[in-house]
């Protein structure tokens, strides 16, 4: 699939195949505008394009009224306009979402297309403490599914004006590229190594980046312990004492030995100065 956009998200619609990308909106407009802006782009590039927002189904046409031939799209499947994949009020198993959607990618290639571009509005599903849990654990899941090769581009959308902002930093940081400012890390699922990071990991933000460890240990190492967890950290750009340790921490609970594979002088340089039980230098 080539490799995906990982960092900053400047402008949705440069969203290759294969792309996993948050986008935090503040008003109803700027999320429509995006989402018609990157569906468009999913059309040109024959995929299937799913959207998935709550309300009823004419808002919802109405939404994309901006996309040639609507009816028409609608009724071949070439456009499908769903409710959100999970809410409070309708809790699935991840494990039921993720072959839901699997099966929906193998449905569009067997109908011709290229693979399947979501746009998802997870404001709801954030709202709920225990839903986002789950959400975030599917993912942590879909995303690794789209390393190996599942044809899927998703941009997962929420108002952040609702969302909790410790919650809203913790998402975006578990998605290879997200826009806003912070954090300023990402954490995702990469070829070759259970995961790769991207940015910077100060004491600020150690949080929302032992949430994001957590959710990859936690499902990355099962079914046993003792796994050795690559973490790429080529496009790791700085890495502080706390979030260093963190690593640390978050791996010993869940009995894992993490491998820093391609660390920079940085972090080469941080790493003797430190006693720590569970991580590792790469050669």
Same mark, same amino acid.
């Given at each position: 699939?080539?490799?995906?956009?990982?960092?900053?998200?400047?402008?949705?619609? %440069?969203?290759?195949?294969?792309?996993?990308?948050?986008?935090? +909106?503040?008003?109803?407009? %700027?999320?429509?505008?995006?989402?018609? !802006?990157?569906?468009?782009?999913?059309?040109?590039?024959?995929?299937?394009?799913?959207?998935?927002?709550?309300?009823?189904?004419?808002?919802?046409?109405?939404?994309?009224?901006?996309?040639?031939?609507?009816? %028409? *799209?609608?009724?071949?499947?070439?456009?499908?306009?769903?409710?959100?994949?999970?809410?409070?009020?309708?809790?699935?198993?991840?494990? %039921?979402?993720?072959?839901?959607?699997?099966?929906?990618?193998?449905?569009?290639?067997?109908?011709?297309?290229?693979?399947?571009?979501?746009?998802?509005?997870?404001?709801?599903?954030?709202?709920?403490? =225990?839903?986002?849990?789950? +959400?975030?654990?599917?993912?942590?899941?879909?995303? *690794?599914?789209?390393?190996?090769?599942?044809?899927l581009t998703m941009l997962c959308c929420f108002d952040h004006t609702v969302v909790d902002p410790d919650l809203a930093v !913790?998402?975006?940081?578990?998605?290879?590229?997200?826009?806003?400012?912070?954090?300023?890390?990402?954490?995702?699922?990469?070829?070759?190594?259970?995961?790769?990071?991207?940015?910077?990991?100060?004491?600020?933000?150690? !949080?929302?980046?032992?949430?994001?460890?957590?959710?990859? +240990?936690?499902?990355?190492?099962?079914?046993?312990?003792?796994?050795?967890?690559?973490?790429?950290?080529?496009?790791?750009? +700085?890495?502080?004492?706390?979030?260093?340790?963190?690593?640390?921490?978050?791996?010993?609970?869940?009995?894992?030995?993490?491998?820093?594979?391609?660390?920079? =002088?940085?972090?080469?340089?941080?790493?003797?100065?430190?006693?720590?039980?569970?991580?590792?230098?790469?050669?």
């Open positions: 699939m080539g490799s995906r956009n990982a960092g900053l998200l400047t402008d949705p619609t %440069e969203l290759r195949p294969g792309d996993h990308a948050c986008f935090g +909106f503040a008003t109803r407009t %700027e999320f429509v505008d995006a989402a018609v !802006a990157v569906l468009r782009a999913g059309l040109a590039r024959n995929e299937r394009v799913v959207f998935a927002t709550g309300g009823p189904f004419e808002l919802l046409r109405d939404d994309l009224a901006q996309l040639a031939d609507l009816d %028409e *799209r609608i009724g071949d499947d070439t456009i499908t306009v769903r409710p959100p994949p999970f809410t409070p009020a309708r809790p699935v198993q991840v494990s %039921e979402l993720l072959e839901t959607v699997e099966r929906d990618v193998r449905e569009a290639l067997d109908a011709g297309f290229d693979g399947q571009l979501s746009v998802l509005d997870i404001t709801e599903v954030l709202a709920d403490p =225990k839903a986002a849990r789950r +959400f975030q654990e599917f993912e942590h899941m879909i995303d *690794r599914r789209m390393v190996d090769g599942l044809e !913790a998402i975006s940081g578990q998605h290879p590229c997200a826009n806003g400012d912070i954090p300023l890390f990402r954490l995702f699922a990469t070829d070759g190594h259970h995961a790769g990071v991207w940015g910077e990991v100060d004491a600020s933000q150690v !949080a929302p980046w032992e949430q994001a460890l957590t959710v990859a +240990f936690s499902h990355g190492a099962a079914p046993g312990a003792g796994l050795d967890y690559r973490l790429d950290c080529s496009q790791l750009q +700085f890495i502080d004492h706390a979030a260093l340790q963190s690593i640390d921490t978050v791996a010993r609970s869940w009995e894992v030995q993490v491998s820093l594979w391609n660390a920079g =002088k940085g972090l080469r340089r941080l790493y003797p100065l430190m006693a720590l039980d569970s991580v590792r230098l790469s050669p």
